[in-house]
Structures are given as structure tokens and as C-alpha cells.
């Protein structure tokens, strides 16, 4: 009895000091694998130094890592191992799907989102596809602790013992403690990479930008050489066309003039409309050309902007229309307008045309013409609305190009210029021109001009 009695607190201190150890081990694999977590600057050197420590520090047989593959046969993929494993994971051929061989631990683990310790792997049934293997190797049980990213298994941290029963409560908790610290570390050496390849990415995409910036400002740099050498050229041509075209022309209308006043009275109905015809087209071309030379000017020729009074410029066109007015009896409302910063000459030459262009265009006994501006957030709108012979929709951006018209010289005289180089005035300062119409009722032209030239 005595000796019953001596030996139970000695079996009860071995089973303390033994518990004791297995705490302290834990402890100590915990503590050494949260500084490897901490350290660690890629994800496959934490995991294999975390093997690593487990197998030295806690003399575990064997330690390794799978990652859950979502493929057809849901395979569990080793990544790193550490310990005596004598080719055990290459013929182990891991499942985590509902079969034989996904009812080992591994699987079960990955399925319950928790851990599954298989304490005694040679009498374990669902250990039995991976049992002679072990027994070779000297494995007797087993503890995998799945690894979590919010909620979901993305892979298994596996030790193996070479003692049965290895894995009592206690070191469970805190194995399941490293495991989760596994895989904090795992996450945010992921995060981190990807924040890397993001910032390499964007360190990329700058110097790419960067290139195309230079490339296209060398770009720039030639189609500006190629723009001065197009506008000097055009200057010449301006200066032929000024010159040379028109004095031929001059010749041709003044010697045709001539032949009529002094030997009109010898033509015939059919010598005299020939003469006509000349005289006629001579004018015509001479209007062509300076229509075209205007045109062309718009950009080459213009002042710099200054602070211009539109009620002045529309006064100043009206004068020059002054002639047409009077003999259409054209009734014209002009709505007080700004003052901003333009070209006064330009603004002239513009609101003439789309004045000179509503009296033209108008069947009425009395043609009536308001003009309009309202201030916007970011612009001026001004309006010119007349009562004239409107014009199709399918037609309204045709009549801004130059030579579009829409009438025979015979119904309405013209070029097909004038509402092109309206255009060309408005974008030269930095605005846009459109028009809106009904047939038969009117058409209102509208363009733009925005406040920041008047902020430079």
C-alpha cells in the first residue's frame, strides 16, 4: 500500500514535468517563429526558416507547408518542409476533396477550418493511404493547422511527432496561436509584394509616359518647324495671290470694260453676252482671291488681343454694311454686349459676315437681326438670329467648310468662304461656332469666347 502510494505522486510528477516540457517547447517554437514572422522579407524563406525551427527547436520529425489548390481534383500543393522526409511528400499525393484521400487530417483540416490531430497515424483509418509510409519514416502522429485569410483556407502548416499522443491541448492553442501569426505574416509579405509590383508598375508606366512625353514633344518640336515653314509658304502664296494672280485679272475685267464702252455698239446680242460673261467671271475671281487671302490670314496676320468693346465692332460693321441695310431696310437690334479681350479687326470682319449673311439670306420685305452675348460660367455666348430661309439640319456643319455652298451663284452671289473664315476668327480665339435653324423661319449663329483670354 505504501509503495501504491509513493509511486502515484511520482507518476503524477512525471506526467507534470512531461506536460511542462511540451508547454515550454511550444512556447519556445512560438516565440522564436514570431520573430521569424517579423523578420521575414519573402514569403518562401519565412516558411522554410519556420520549418526550420519547428524540426530544431521542438524536435519534431518533420514540418511542412502545403498551399490549397482549387483544381478539378482539389490537390493540397507541398511548398516547403524542414526534418527527416525522405521523399514522403512526393508520393503522397494530398486531397482536400470529399474522398479516400481527402479524408486525412490534411483534408479534414482544410474542409473544418480548424485544427485536426490524427494522435496515433499506424491505427487512424482515415491515415491508412499514407500509413506504411509513415511507419518507414517514423512518424506516429500528426497536427495540421490550417492557415486563414478571413475566414477562408489557403493553406496547412503540418508537424509530425514520433511519439503517439504528441499533441495534447495546451500545445494545440498555441501551435493554432503560431499558425495564425504564420499566416499573418504570409498575408502581409503578400501585400506587400503586390504594393511593390503596384509601385513598380506605376515607376514603369511614369517612364513610359515620360518617353512618350519626350517623344511626342520631339514630335511637337518638328511639326512646329514644319507649321512655320507651311506658314511661310503660305505667306508667299498670300503675296502671289495679292500680286501676281490679280493683275492678270485686273487686265482682263479692265480691257473687257473697255472693249464694251467703246465697241459695244458693234457686238451683237451674242458678242455682248460673251463680254459679259468675261467681265463677270474676272470680278468673281478677284473676290475669290481676296476672300482666300483673308482667309489664310486669320492665323498669320492677326494683332494681339486686346480688351475690345463689341458694341463698338458691331458699330464699326454696321457702318461698313451700311449701304446693304438701308437698301433691304434691314432692321437690326443689338443687346448690350461685353467688353473683352479679342481682335478687334477679326471681331469686325466676323460679325460683318454673319450680319451680311442674314440680309442675304432673307426672303422677307424687311429683314430683322438681333444680336445677343450672355455671359456663362466659363464663357461668352453670342447669338446672331435672323428671320432669313432657315437652313436644313443635315446641312448645319457643311456650310462652315470652305467652298460648301448650298445655293447657285444665280440665287444668292458669293464665294462659299465667308462662314469659314467666321469659324477660323472663332477658334483663333479659342472658342467654338455652331449654328441652329428652322427652314423657312430662321437661323440663329452662335459662337463662343471663353473668359480665361480675358485672365492672361
Not at 519556445?28 to 524563406?45: F, G, P
Not at 491515415?127 to 496547412?156: I, N
Not at 494672280?245 to 465697241?263: C, D, F, H, N, V
Not at 454686349?337 to 460679325?351: E, G, H, I, R
Request: with cysteine; charged share 25%; hydrophobic share 40%.
Amino acid at each position: 500500500m505504501n509503495d501504491l502510494q509513493n509511486k502515484l505522486p511520482q507518476d503524477h510528477c512525471e506526467d507534470l514535468k512531461r506536460d511542462f516540457q511540451v508547454v515550454n517547447r511550444a512556447l519556445r517554437v512560438l516565440s522564436v517563429c514570431t520573430q521569424a514572422v517579423i523578420r521575414a522579407t519573402d514569403e518562401v524563406t519565412l516558411l522554410q526558416t519556420l520549418c526550420q525551427l519547428i524540426t530544431e527547436e521542438a524536435a519534431y520529425r518533420m514540418a511542412w507547408v502545403g498551399y490549397v489548390c482549387h483544381d478539378a481534383d482539389k490537390t493540397v500543393q507541398p511548398v516547403v518542409w524542414a526534418g527527416y522526409e525522405a521523399e514522403y511528400l512526393q508520393t503522397a499525393n494530398i486531397s482536400w476533396a470529399d474522398t479516400e484521400r481527402g479524408q486525412g487530417p490534411t483534408g479534414r483540416a482544410i474542409r473544418l477550418r480548424q485544427p485536426v490531430a490524427c494522435q496515433n497515424m499506424l491505427e487512424d483509418p482515415s491515415f491508412a493511404p499514407w500509413r506504411e509510409a509513415a511507419r518507414q519514416r517514423g512518424y506516429e502522429s500528426s497536427l495540421v493547422l490550417p492557415l486563414l485569410d478571413e475566414g477562408e483556407v489557403f493553406g496547412t502548416l503540418n508537424i509530425y511527432s514520433v511519439e503517439t499522443n504528441a499533441f495534447d491541448f495546451q500545445e494545440v492553442e498555441l501551435l493554432t496561436e503560431l499558425a495564425d501569426s504564420l499566416s499573418f505574416g504570409i498575408l502581409a509579405l503578400r501585400a506587400k509584394q503586390k504594393r511593390q509590383q503596384a509601385e513598380l508598375r506605376i515607376l514603369r508606366l511614369n517612364e513610359e509616359l515620360e518617353q512618350r512625353v519626350e517623344e511626342r514633344t520631339a514630335e511637337l518640336t518638328q511639326a512646329t518647324e514644319e507649321l512655320q515653314r507651311s506658314n511661310h509658304e503660305l505667306e508667299q502664296f498670300a503675296y502671289v495671290a495679292s500680286h501676281d494672280l490679280q493683275e492678270p485679272l485686273r487686265a482682263i475685267a479692265g480691257y473687257t470694260q473697255l472693249l464694251i464702252s467703246e465697241y459695244g455698239d458693234r457686238f451683237d446680242d451674242t458678242a455682248r453676252s460673251y463680254a459679259e460673261v468675261v467681265s463677270d467671271g474676272a470680278k468673281r475671281m478677284q473676290q475669290l482671291i481676296q476672300d482666300l487671302l483673308t482667309y489664310s490670314r486669320v492665323g498669320t496676320r492677326s494683332q494681339e488681343l486686346a480688351l475690345t468693346e463689341c458694341n463698338a465692332v458691331v458699330q464699326e460693321a454696321l457702318r461698313n454694311l451700311q449701304v446693304a441695310i438701308a437698301q433691304s431696310h434691314t432692321v437690326i437690334i443689338v443687346d448690350p454686349l461685353p467688353t473683352l479681350k479679342a481682335d478687334q479687326n477679326q471681331l469686325v470682319q466676323l460679325f460683318q459676315n454673319l450680319i451680311g449673311n442674314a440680309i442675304k439670306f432673307c426672303k422677307e420685305d424687311c429683314p430683322r437681326i438681333q444680336i445677343r452675348a450672355i455671359q456663362r460660367e466659363t464663357d461668352f455666348l453670342f447669338q446672331v438670329e435672323d428671320n432669313g430661309i432657315g437652313i436644313k439640319p443635315k446641312y448645319l456643319d457643311r456650310i462652315f467648310e470652305v467652298f460648301k455652298r448650298l445655293h447657285t451663284r444665280r440665287e444668292y452671289p458669293g464665294t462659299g468662304i465667308g462662314l469659314a473664315i467666321c469659324k477660323k476668327i472663332v477658334t483663333r480665339h479659342g472658342g467654338q461656332m455652331w449654328a441652329e435653324s428652322i427652314p423657312g423661319i430662321g437661323s440663329t449663329f452662335c459662337f463662343t469666347i471663353p473668359h480665361h483670354l480675358n485672365e492672361q
